[in-house]
T-cell receptor
Framework: QKEVEQDPGPLSVPEGAIVSLNCTYS??????FMWYRQYSRKGPELLMY????GNKEDGRFTAQVDKSSKYISLFIRDSQPSDSATYLC????????????FGAGTRLAVHP | DAGVTQSPTHLIKTRGQQVTLRCSPI?????VSWYQQVLGQGPQFIFQ???????GRGNFPDRFSARQFPNYSSELNVNALLLGDSALYLC?????????????FGSGTQLSVL
C-alpha cells in the first residue's frame, strides 16, 4: 500500500464547474500538507500549504485537511481552462528533514 | 527574483554513460533537494542538502550522488545510466532543512536514456 493515494483521473469538467481533488494517506505522522499544480513538461508549482486540520482558502482555491480521517482535499471554484494541469498532493512527516511524499497526481481538463 | 533554475533542460544519453545535472536555488535559500519524476507518477525524493551536507537520502542506488557548493547551488550525478533512469529530474529549494519548510521547484531536466 502506498503512503499517499491519489486518483490519477483524468478528470474532465466544463468551465465554471467546482472541482474536487482528493488524497488519502496512511501515516498519521504526516503534519504538513501541500498541493502543487504541474503543467506539462514543467516543474510543480506550490498552490496551497496547510498544517492543521480545517480549511484554508486562497482565491478560487480551498484546501481542506481532516487528520482524523487521513484525508485531504483541494477545491477549485469557477474552474477555468487555464486550470487544466496535473494536481499533486504532497505531505511531510513531523520533525526530521524536508522529504516530500507525493501522490501520483490527478490530471484535470477544464473544457470551454 | 529568479526562481529555481536548472540546466540543462533536456538531455539524451546512452546506457552506461554518466550525467551531471545542475541547480541554482532561490536567492537566500540554503537547502536544495532532488526528486525524480517518472512519467505518470509523482516525484520521488532522492537527496536533500543543507549547508553543503547531505541531510537525507531516498531509496536510490549508489549510482546517484550529489553535492552542494558554498553558493548553495547543487549538482546531481548519475553513473552507469540505465533505461529506467529516464525521467524528469527536479530540483527544489527551501530556506532551511526542517520538515515543514515550503519547497519551490525548478522546471526540471528531462533525461532520456537510449
Amino acid at each position: 500500500q502506498k503512503e499517499v493515494e491519489q486518483d490519477p483521473g483524468p478528470l474532465s469538467v466544463p468551465e465554471g464547474a467546482i472541482v474536487s481533488l482528493n488524497c488519502t494517506y496512511s501515516n498519521s505522522a504526516f503534519q504538513y500538507f501541500m498541493w502543487y499544480r504541474q503543467y506539462s513538461r514543467k516543474g510543480p508549482e506550490l498552490l496551497m500549504y496547510t498544517y492543521s486540520s480545517g480549511n484554508k482558502e486562497d482565491g478560487r482555491f480551498t484546501a481542506q485537511v481532516d487528520k482524523s480521517s487521513k484525508y485531504i482535499s483541494l477545491f477549485i471554484r469557477d474552474s477555468q481552462p487555464s486550470d487544466s494541469a496535473t494536481y499533486l498532493c504532497a505531505m511531510i512527516l513531523s520533525g526530521g528533514y524536508n522529504k516530500l511524499i507525493f501522490g501520483a497526481g490527478t490530471r484535470l481538463a477544464v473544457h470551454p | 527574483d529568479a526562481g529555481v533554475t536548472q540546466s540543462p533542460t533536456h538531455l539524451i544519453k546512452t546506457r552506461g554513460q554518466q550525467v551531471t545535472l545542475r541547480c541554482s536555488p532561490i536567492s537566500g535559500h540554503k537547502s536544495v533537494s532532488w526528486y525524480q519524476q517518472v512519467l505518470g507518477q509523482g516525484p520521488q525524493f532522492i537527496f536533500q542538502y543543507y549547508e553543503k551536507e547531505e541531510r537525507g537520502r531516498g531509496n536510490f542506488p549508489d549510482r546517484f550522488s550529489a553535492r552542494q557548493f558554498p553558493n548553495y547551488s547543487s549538482e546531481l550525478n548519475v553513473n552507469a545510466l540505465l533505461l529506467g533512469d529516464s525521467a524528469l529530474y527536479l530540483c527544489a529549494s527551501s530556506l532551511a532543512q526542517q520538515g515543514g519548510e515550503k519547497l519551490f521547484f525548478g522546471s526540471g531536466t528531462q533525461l532520456s536514456v537510449l
